[in-house]
């Protein structure tokens, strides 16, 4: 069975930061995407960032532009695990955080997205 569990999140003031986990188990996600988004009270579902395998050990970062230069996404495919590393956090970052699985071949975004966590809240003061 395939199960995404984060951690990490918390409450924080603006401008401070945060690191968010994701360890996934079940199966080898080395080709999969890793992603995160987030979903505020009242909004819909949204992009954050992904990594994905583009060949040899190269992976590559993608962002959504309101979190460009501020947060940074990783991933340990030995600890089959994925950081999302959050600094400079404004309040409209506040949101619970998901961890998303999707297979590289087939990466399309929210859509395409095969296994999700169980969300982790983080909410930045002002």
């Known amino acids: 069975q395939v199960q995404l569990v984060e951690s990490g999140g918390g409450l924080v003031q603006a401008g401070g930061s945060l690191r968010l986990s994701c360890t996934a188990s079940g199966r080898t996600f080395s080709s999969y995407v890793m992603g995160w988004f987030r979903q505020a009270p009242g909004k819909e579902r949204e992009f954050v960032a992904a990594?994905?395998?583009?060949?040899?050990?190269?992976?590559?970062?993608d962002y959504a532009d309101s979190v460009k230069g501020r947060f940074t996404i990783s991933r340990d495919n030995g600890k089959n695990t994925v950081y999302l590393q959050m600094n400079s956090l404004k309040p409209e970052d506040t949101a619970v955080y998901y961890c998303?699985?999707?297979?590289?071949?087939?990466?399309?975004?929210?859509?395409?997205?095969?296994?999700w966590g169980q969300g982790t809240q983080v909410t930045v003061s002002s």
């Open positions: 990594i994905r395998w583009i060949g040899g050990n190269t992976y590559r970062a």
């Open positions: 998303a699985a999707a297979d590289g071949r087939r990466w399309q975004g929210i859509s395409s997205v095969e296994y």
